[in-house]
């Protein structure tokens, strides 16, 4: 079943400006993960948040998660023609599951 | 760096036929995953393990089985290939201290 819904499903931004991507969930959480996944390629962890904590950084990335509004977001700033992917956000329900419940991506072209 | 390798790329099998995917992992995971990846679906869990010899059926189990018998290898199997198995097959592992989740290549499996 699907928990994580990416929003919007497609963004087109120019090189140097700034992406956000969306992501919000139906159930509690332990934690949620973004990935990033470049064209017929396998995904690639991009950074993982806790359900305690509100904010992080890693890099030109930050993402935030309101527990309760069930949402997260994914800033890229001063995207390059490289950040061009598809990125996924994926939770995970409890400390004892291992599964991540995938949302559907949000495919990003970055136009140099 | 955690090393995931998937047997093949590409894949062109008939219908009925018997199609083995397998996944090996150099980082001693306990647990390993397969999902399939659909456009507009996003990636679905077919099944996963968390140690030898045990496995866990995911959403979408039927038409597959797996098999582990080493720690380091996860086997997908279909049984009798059918055309609505055309997909994109990711295998994946985690450790059981970690929360990310490391992923193959991925296998662009054809069923004509």
């Known amino acids: 079943s699907q928990q994580g819904e990416e929003d919007p499903q497609a963004l087109s931004i120019q090189e140097g400006e700034n992406a956000t991507m969306n992501c919000s969930y139906k159930t509690s959480i332990n934690n949620l993960q973004w990935y990033r996944q470049n064209s017929g390629r396998g995904l690639v962890h991009l950074i993982l948040?806790?359900?305690?904590?509100r904010e992080k950084h890693s890099g030109r990335l930050r993402v935030t998660l309101d527990t309760s509004k069930k949402s997260s977001s994914l800033l890229i700033t001063a995207s390059r023609a490289a950040d061009t992917a598809s990125y996924f956000c994926?939770?995970?329900?409890?400390?004892?599951?291992?599964?991540?419940?995938f949302g559907k991506g949000t495919k990003l072209s970055v136009i140099p | 760096d955690v090393k995931v390798t998937q047997s093949s790329r590409y894949l062109v099998k008939r219908t009925g036929e018997k199609v083995f995917l397998e996944c090996v992992q150099d980082?001693?995971?306990?647990?390993m995953f397969w999902y399939r990846q659909d456009p507009g679906l996003g990636l679905r869990l077919i099944y996963f393990?968390?140690?030898?010899?045990?496995?866990e059926k995911g959403d979408i189990p039927e038409g597959y089985s797996v098999s582990r018998e080493k720690k380091e290898r996860f086997s997908l199997i279909l049984e009798s290939a059918s055309t609505n198995q055309t997909s994109m097959y990711l295998c994946a592992t985690m450790g059981s201290s970690s929360g990310e989740q490391f992923f193959g290549p991925g296998t662009r499996l054809t069923v004509l």
């Open positions: 393990s968390y140690d030898v010899k045990m496995k």
């Open positions: 994926a939770t995970r329900s409890g400390a004892g599951s291992y599964q991540l419940t």
């Open positions: 980082m001693d995971h306990e647990n």
């Open positions: 948040i806790r359900s305690n904590e």
